[in-house]
């Protein structure tokens, strides 16, 4: 196939013309929809002066076209490919446009489309001009108006942003709704909702005394499950008042709840649509995690309105502007409803499994891209995640009253305006007289830096040596780095593990007991005096900047930092470095051929984590944790699937046996007493509980599996239930299929439980799983075209499980690349986030550097290949 167009940020050109208001009449039908939209165009003063208007348009039907009352004959428009063009339009006017669309066949779930017999929206990035000719960019902000008119039995809620003005019957069982919005947004916040749905309502009073309407949408059998999502939203309208002094601007917030979605949820305005995923809960059917990724995501979308929609993003290379900023602001809200240390790692794991393998892959990009063939394909952990971290180091920098004068300059200056990420790091400087020019490198420069750290400590003259260098590899497009703007948060430690004061060379007093040190240059040396021991120092505490940190720490030195850190990362870092150790020590064994060593410092280690009645139970479970196939993987030069495999079996498997019945004492130690409760304690102990089955189930031991039983079939709570289960499943024992039948038959009609059956039957690491895979495909409950059950099934399996998914056979390729293409067809944004299963393929042994090259080249030689999956197999490729 042809290649796609490229889009370059380098050729951005403001619009021709703006759209002050937008009126929309739906007549929704069941075989179509019929949409009437009104537009009210002015020239552009900052545009390229009169000429032709362009509106894209994408699967529609015109029906009707009008220029200030008069239809525009055919010489006068002309419809090429995906947009519409009127030759000559005046420097003012109303455009009248009449489209038909067809939600019931978008499978593609962009626009209009429907989802259990209901009709929703999805417009970000680029989906409104599936339901109407439009300029669909985020830099033209109008007035929307909005009326729908539908059968009333069939869909007796009609939803759409803003406020409510007036309802009323049409005859014939039909009726209507007008909702305005008062507040000007670009066309991809725009969303409408119709359907028979139940509503959930609750009132939030603002800190100015106003009293807001809450209201949640669900389908009838999913009322009980609404009161987490509820109780998250006023939480996080609070936070935002007391955090950020962002007030709430409308009458009425509206969440819907819906099956089919690719995203997880949109923050349109006043209307957010949610995955279902991220509003229903309760005990019974939701994991800890589940309710902890509710309120995030809750408050994620929540957060949009300000950071997202009263300012909004000038093009699609600025999205991290509102994502990576509305991310550090869940993940702050989240910090402070629970344990900021265990978010903190939290949110670090995700970010090192996720962003750092994007940034070593072939679709490593920049956290403000320069070009892209598909916006949906940079919905990316970089945007994102490292987005986020990017924000998290200008308060790092500024420190926390820094950042909220330059977030109140922010919201000041830009209230209403679509703009750039110089323009929110401009007001962070403009606010603080600071300097951010070397740092907006951030935002141009790919690729995940490396910083080395060595040291020295000189007894004669008191003195600490700290030399700090950095570089970061080259990426696809951007072969040589300049130094970055780097902070590294650092303390150094007493042999007692008490922070030391910090003291410069040239420097009159000591500054502190930690301190924020500036690498700026390649290579920086910096000098502590008056330090009457060796410290051990402590570095980047907090994870002060994504980047990779290879410090010059022995075995000693680890052990040590695992013991005392006060800092709650540093801590659990030392043990991710000794586990690190211990397992990459191990493959080398296995390629060997030798018999593989154990760390009995490690298990020393973990046995007075054990013991500790102090930690935290959530972050003693985070301490335990060993790093992922994955993560380790991201780690070798050349990947060796087996070898990581078994060194990392070895080392659980070892730990289980030295420290059994420690394990044994910590499990019964923090089983539940009484109900369930969402407390933190309570989360942590069933973390923490978890933690140690997983070990004991390593011995394969008969009544290590009757322990995993007994909870399985005593849990009174999904998270106790899935973490039983998913020890049974993952092992060939022979009550595994027993267990999952059982559980199939308590939870088939709950679809998002079953999402939950799926991925643990897809990411068990035993022979024979990918017949398993297939032959789910053909159960009952799974749907192809439900993006949940495609992530449940198959991206659990392409994702979640490397000794299935890259079985030497190369099977497991064969099997991806065949969704990829089937989706290719049905939901393009689905296949090609599937595809990046592919991304490392390079990294691999030759045999499955060739066979994954292989699956790739059949999928680029698809015939009508989506531009989604065409730029992530030729990138990949490339």
């Not at 949409?35 to 020239?43: F, K």
């Not at 007008?178 to 909702?193: G, Q, R």
């Not at 060593?597 to 479970?621: Q, S, T, Y």
Request: aromatic fraction near 10%; glycine fraction near 6%; charged fraction near 25%.
């Amino acid at each position: 196939m042809s290649a796609p167009n490229t889009i370059f940020l380098k050729d951005y050109q403001p619009p021709r013309y703006l759209v002050e208001t937008l009126r929309l009449d739906f007549d929704l039908h069941e075989t179509h929809a019929d949409v009437r939209a009104r537009l009210v165009l002015r020239l552009n003063p900052q545009g390229q002066g009169p000429g032709p208007l362009v509106l894209n348009g994408q699967d529609m039907e015109l029906r009707g076209l009008r220029l200030d009352g008069r239809a525009l004959n055919a010489h006068e428009y002309a419809i090429t490919g995906d947009t519409l063009t009127l030759s000559e339009m005046p420097e003012s006017g109303e455009l009248e446009i009449e489209t038909r669309i067809r939600p019931q066949e978008n499978t593609a779930l962009e626009g209009l489309y429907q989802s259990g017999g209901n009709f929703c929206t999805q417009c970000e990035a680029e989906g409104f001009r599936r339901i109407s000719y439009y300029p669909d960019r985020p830099d033209v902000m109008a007035r929307f108006s909005t009326r729908i008119e539908a059968d009333k039995a069939r869909y007796p809620v009609l939803l759409s942003n803003g406020n409510l003005v007036e309802a009323g019957e049409l005859g014939n069982g039909r009726h209507f709704a007008l909702w305005e919005d008062p507040f000007p947004k670009p066309s991809y916040l725009f969303a409408l909702v119709a359907g028979n749905l139940a509503q959930v309502a609750d009132t939030f009073t603002t800190r100015s005394g106003r009293e807001v309407a809450l209201h949640i949408y669900v389908q009838q059998k999913n009322l009980d499950k609404v009161e987490h999502a509820m109780r998250s939203l006023k939480l996080a309208m609070r936070w935002d008042e007391e955090r950020f002094g962002r007030e709430y601007d409308l009458d009425i917030f509206q969440i819907v709840a819906v099956d089919d979605f690719n995203m997880g949820a949109m923050e349109n305005k006043g209307l957010n649509i949610f995955n279902s995923k991220y509003v229903l809960a309760k005990a019974e059917t939701a994991t800890d995690g589940d309710f902890e990724g509710i309120e995030s995501v809750i408050g994620h979308e929540y957060f949009h309105n300000w950071t997202g929609n009263r300012i909004t993003c000038r093009d699609w290379f600025q999205l991290s502007l509102k994502e990576g900023l509305t991310v550090f602001r869940d993940q702050e809200f989240s910090a402070d409803m629970g344990s900021r240390a265990v978010r903190r790692i939290q949110d670090v794991r995700a970010l090192r499994s996720m962003q750092f393998a994007e940034d070593a892959g072939p679709m490593a990009h920049p956290v403000r891209p320069e070009s892209y063939i598909e916006i949906n394909n940079f919905y990316t952990a970089t945007v994102y995640e490292k987005g986020a971290e990017v924000i998290r180091m200008i308060l790092t920098l500024l420190g926390r009253e820094g950042f909220r004068r330059g977030m109140d300059l922010y919201f000041a200056r830009h209230d209403g305006q679509a703009v750039t990420t110089d323009d929110f790091v401009t007001a962070m400087a403009d606010a603080n007289e600071a300097d951010f020019g070397q740092f907006q490198r951030w935002y141009r420069q790919a690729g995940t830096p490396e910083v080395s750290a060595n040291w020295q400590y000189d007894a004669e003259n008191r003195t600490f040596t700290l030399t700090l260098s950095q570089r970061t590899p080259a990426t696809p497009g951007q072969p040589d780095k300049l130094p970055l703007h780097i902070p590294i948060a650092m303390a150094l430690l007493d042999p007692s593990g008490r922070e030391m004061p910090l003291q410069l060379e040239g420097e009159e007093t000591p500054a502190g007991t930690s301190r924020v040190l500036e690498l700026r240059e390649a290579a920086q040396t910096f000098r502590f005096v008056n330090l009457a021991q060796p410290p051990v120092p402590s570095l980047l505490r907090g994870f002060s900047a994504p980047v990779r940190l290879a410090a010059e720490y022995t075995d000693q030195d680890l052990v040590f930092l695992l013991a005392h850190d006060p800092d709650a990362f540093c801590r659990w870092e030392a043990g991710q470095q000794m586990a690190i150790k211990a397992i990459l020590s191990g493959i080398q064994d296995f390629r060997a051929g030798r018999r593989l060593a154990f760390n009995e410092a490690l298990a020393d280690a973990v046995g007075r984590i054990l013991v500790d009645d102090e930690l935290d139970p959530a972050f003693a479970a985070l301490l335990l944790a060993l790093p992922s196939e994955t993560y380790l993987a991201d780690l070798l030069d050349v990947v060796d699937v087996e070898g990581i495999h078994v060194a990392r079996e070895f080392l659980r498997q070892g730990l289980a046996m030295r420290l059994k019945d420690v394990f044994l004492a910590a499990y019964r130690r923090n089983s539940d007493q009484g109900p369930y409760s969402l407390d933190p304690e309570a989360v942590g102990r069933r973390a923490l509980r978890n933690a140690a089955l997983s070990y004991l189930m390593s011995l394969e031991e008969p009544d290590m599996t009757d322990l995993a039983l007994g909870q399985y079939q005593r849990a009174d709570n999904m998270t106790d239930s899935m973490a039983a289960l998913g020890q049974l499943a993952h092992r060939d024992s022979p009550v595994r299929r027993e267990a999952l039948d059982d559980f199939y038959a308590r939870w088939r009609e709950d679809a998002l439980v079953l999402d939950k059956w799926f991925a643990i039957q897809a990411t068990a690491p035993l022979p024979g799983v990918l017949d398993e895979v297939r032959q789910l495909m053909q159960h009952p409950a799974f749907e192809i075209r439900n993006p949940n059950k495609v992530r449940a099934l198959i991206g659990s399996f392409a994702r979640g499980n490397p000794t299935g998914f890259h079985d030497a056979s190369g099977e497991g390729y064969a099997f991806v690349a065949d969704q990829v293409i089937h989706l290719n067809a049905l939901n393009p944004q689905i296949a090609a986030r599937l595809l990046g299963a592919f991304n490392a393929w390079r990294r691999y042994d030759p045999q499955r550097r060739a066979l994954m090259q292989a699956q790739l080249e059949r999928i680029l030689q698809t015939p009508a290949l989506s531009p989604d999956v065409y730029e992530v197999a030729s990138k990949s490729l490339a």
